[in-house]
């Protein structure tokens, strides 16, 4: 029977020779050296919710899911070491009773530490960085076995490629994360004129902890949501309340409106009126974590691209009307982060806005992505490593400063390609 392995949106799949689910760090280096004397490449899934084809492999794919123990908390700094594949969310939970947390989040929290970090994965905050940014130190396990400890003292630039590593280093095993005490986040999302948010946006933007908006091609409509620090006790929703608000009217009954405009096209615009008529005001107060997160059961596919936030309302206004010339019945998501200096950061040296577009599963997405990377293009824009789209280690290589530095830690960390597939190969060039 053929291994396969499929990612999270269903249109990414692969069938690797083995499959396999290490328990520890030293069944890695056994793996590791078993491929080597084989001479297979080797891939990691976390938990398969990026929608790019950088897990796909023929050779070995390794899931850690097994490894996802805490391993160590330090109150005092902050500091908490934990396995490669423990989810955010698991590891927010468990982190909560010794008062500590994430200082951001993006909008869902089921992928692996290691996997959300890779690629990049941001919430929303113009004062915030990436996830990735919360890597104290990194355990690394190259191709041979050997395991290093990446951070800012020991291997300054080892530390910054890998930050954001693609998997194309070698195995991230472990992290120390730096987190934050524990808070309760006041949540207000409320429907707003798109033109009003863009006429005076910087005050959205920074007058809110973190701020974002979802808005619909053919709606004057954006969701807003703005996450601030309260000095309030939690007050969790009744399960009933949840269930109503992120799963019955968010998801399934969105999926329903989403499968007619797959049908019938010509209903996108009145599904995105109604869709967007349909947000109304809503407040949570609870947990970040709680706050940050909500359940995703529509499948869909995605582009996200990082444009120096300087061209946040020009760029948001075209690939609006851009989008009115497609049929995708999905909504457009902004977010803005702080600069980082991980070297293949999106957010690299910038302050930045993320516009993110969507197509609903078994739509065609090329035409739509292809017209609005064009527009991303002019804006000199970064794509999201964890979504779709069509550049080549070419087209980036120029819009990254630390481009060749990245390149120079990778011939050194994996000098064979161990860990290189057709995805690098393509955004990054062979090794």
């Known amino acids: 029977m053929t291994n396969s392995w499929v990612n999270w949106a269903g249109d990414q799949h692969c069938a690797p020779a083995t499959i396999a689910a290490p328990r520890s760090a030293e069944e890695v280096a056994e793996i590791l050296a078993r491929c080597g004397a084989s001479e297979q490449t080797v891939r990691v899934a976390g938990a398969g919710h ?6 796909l492999t023929d050779g070995v794919l390794l899931n850690l899911a097994a490894m996802n123990r805490v391993l160590d908390v330090d109150r005092t700094t902050g500091r908490v070491r934990v396995e490669a594949g423990i989810t955010l969310n698991a590891a927010s939970n468990a982190l909560h009773p010794h008062g500590l947390a994430f200082p951001n989040l993006g909008d869902i929290d089921v992928q692996t530490v290691a996997g959300a970090t890779a690629t990049g994965t941001h919430g929303t905050g113009a004062t915030l960085q990436n996830l990735s940014a919360a890597l104290h130190s990194i355990e690394l396990m190259l191709a041979d076995g050997s395991r ?5 003292e020991t291997d300054p630039d080892g530390w910054r490629a890998a930050r954001i590593g693609l998997g194309a280093l070698g195995i991230v095993t472990a992290a120390t994360l730096q987190l934050v005490p524990s808070f309760v986040l006041e949540g207000i999302e409320r429907p707003v004129a798109v033109e009003d948010v863009l006429a005076d946006l910087d005050s959205y933007v920074d007058g809110n902890e973190h701020f974002e908006f979802y808005m619909f091609a053919h709606s004057p ?5 703005r996450n601030n620090t309260a000095d309030l006790p939690e007050q969790p929703r009744a399960k009933a309340v949840d269930w109503f608000a992120d799963i019955l009217m968010s998801n399934y009954m969105f999926d329903a409106l989403c499968r007619v405009g797959k049908r019938r096209p010509g209903l996108v615009p009145w599904i995105h009126r109604g869709a967007a008529y349909a947000g109304s005001y809503r407040r949570q107060v609870d947990r970040s974590y709680r706050v940050f997160a909500s359940p995703r059961l529509i499948r869909f596919t995605e582009m996200e691209y990082a444009i120096p936030r ?8 075209e690939i609006k009307e851009l989008s009115k010339q497609f049929d995708t019945p999905m909504p457009i998501e902004v977010r803005w982060v702080a600069p980082d200096d991980a070297f293949l950061s999106p957010a690299g040296g910038r302050d930045t806005c993320y516009i993110a577009v969507h197509q609903y599963r078994g739509m065609d997405y090329e035409p739509y992505f292809r017209a609005c990377e064009a527009v991303f293009d002019r804006y000199n824009g970064r794509p999201h490593w964890g979504k779709r789209h069509f550049q080549t280690a070419e087209t980036l290589r120029q819009r990254y400063p630390d481009w060749d530095r990245f390149a120079e830690v990778r011939r050194r960390f994996d000098p064979k390609g161990r ?12 090794v």
Request: charged share 20%; net charge negative; proline share 0%.
């Open 419 to 430: 860990f290189s597939n057709a995805y690098l190969d393509r955004v990054l060039g062979s």
């Open 221 to 225: 409509l954006a969701m807003t949501k």
């Open 148 to 152: 290093v400890e990446l951070n800012a």
């Open 50 to 55: 990026s929608f790019t084809d950088t897990v």
């Open 310 to 317: 300087e061209h946040s309302v020009a760029a948001i206004r």
